[in-house]
């Protein structure tokens, strides 16, 4: 089965605390994890994908294989990361196909 | 900076009624999708669509969905015969697989309201 969870809907934290988004995922071949945001009134947008590992905004994930999982991680929350943040997989070697969508976590960052 | 459009903002059809919902893709953009979100549920993919065929569809699209790509810039999809649950916001998206990538660029949504 191929699904993406996100087991928490909202995540709320104050400014300057860490955060941590849980992701987990099940693929029967080798996937291609993303993360996308969502900030307010504003489009879907791809925050960052697995294999770059970059970190964008202070945000980075790692994609651990064994534990199945592609949590988001930031040291110190802002309130300007206040968004939808969805965890979404692919085929690696299917580049032009679907995204597999998690249910979303609402992160509101406290001031 | 290009950015996938999409109209109307939101549609409100009664049960039984035909809509399309219309995308302009990013230009050059050659790989073009489809998703959806029903309130408070997750992003579900429906169909993509290259070289001017479908090349991949879910479940949802049934015989009561269609796709097309009229002309160089739209892309739209039908639904036929619209149903209470197809109530949802509509997400396209494009990509171009010229970009190592592949980055699929999503759109502001179309929220359909069925009723």
């Known amino acids: 089965a191929q699904r993406v969870t996100q087991p928490e809907k909202l995540l709320s934290v104050f400014k300057g605390a860490p955060v941590e988004l849980k992701c987990n995922y099940s693929?029967?071949?080798?996937?291609?994890l993303f993360w996308y945001v969502q900030y307010s009134r504003q489009r879907l947008q791809l925050l960052l994908r697995?294999?770059s590992r970059e970190s964008i905004k202070g945000f980075t994930a790692d994609l651990n294989k064994g534990e199945t999982s592609f949590h988001l991680k930031k040291p110190f929350a802002q309130e300007e990361d206040s968004a939808m943040y969805y965890c979404?997989?692919?085929?690696?070697?299917?580049?032009?196909?679907?995204?597999?969508f998690g249910q979303g976590t609402e992160l509101s960052v406290k001031p | 900076e290009p950015e996938v459009t999409q109209t109307p903002s939101h549609q409100v059809t009664q049960m039984g009624q035909e809509v399309i919902l219309r995308c302009v893709p990013i230009?050059?953009?050659?790989?073009f999708y489809w998703y959806r979100q029903i309130l408070g549920q997750k992003v579900e993919f429906l169909v993509s669509?290259?070289?001017?065929?479908?090349?991949?569809k879910s479940e949802i699209f049934d015989d009561q969905f269609s796709v097309e790509r009229p002309d160089g810039s739209n892309f739209t999809l039908k639904i036929r015969s619209t149903k209470l649950e197809d109530s949802a916001m509509y997400f396209c998206?494009?990509?171009?697989?010229?970009?190592?990538?592949?980055?699929?660029?999503f759109g502001p949504g179309t929220r359909l309201t069925v009723t």
């Open positions: 998206a494009s990509s171009d697989p010229r970009q190592r990538t592949y980055e699929q660029y």
């Open positions: 693929y029967s071949g080798s996937p291609e």
């Open positions: 697995h294999i």
């Open positions: 979404a997989l692919r085929g690696i070697y299917n580049q032009g196909g679907k995204l597999i």
């Open positions: 230009s050059n953009h050659l790989y």
């Open positions: 669509f290259y070289n001017n065929e479908i090349s991949e």
